[in-house]
Nanobody
């Protein structure tokens, strides 16, 4: 059975950095597009970064220049390096694997993690 497990969230201050990790088991990440979603209280889940199986990346305007998505297929890992964190980055962060970038954009990932909380204090 396939699983994605996020880690690395926590409570930080404005301007700090965090690195989120997403560990995959039971599936081979080489075959999937991967993405990071955020869901803040009272808001809909939003895709903020994705990376194709070929390594092409995309960032939402809200995180562009501050966040970096990367993948290590050999280790079956996905990462999100978050720098210059702001209070508005506070959310639960989810990783997802999808058969295509289009599927991730439509919110139709095949596999989802349970989420990790990121809280940025002002």
């Amino acid at each position: 059975q396939a699983h994605l497990v996020e880690s690395g969230g926590g409570l930080v201050q404005t301007g700090d950095s965090l690195r989120l990790s997403c560990a995959a088991s039971g599936l081979t990440l080489d075959n999937y597009a991967m993405g990071w979603y955020v869901q803040a209280p009272g808001k809909e889940r939003e895709l903020v970064a994705h990376i194709s199986s070929g390594g092409n990346t995309y960032y939402a305007d809200s995180v562009k220049g501050r966040f970096t998505i990367s993948r290590d297929n050999a280790q079956n890992m996905l990462y999100l390096q978050m720098n210059s964190l702001k209070p508005e980055d506070t959310a639960v962060y989810y990783c997802a694997a999808g058969r295509s970038v289009g599927a991730l954009i439509r919110g139709r990932g095949n596999y989802w993690g349970q989420g990790t909380q990121v809280t940025v204090s002002s």
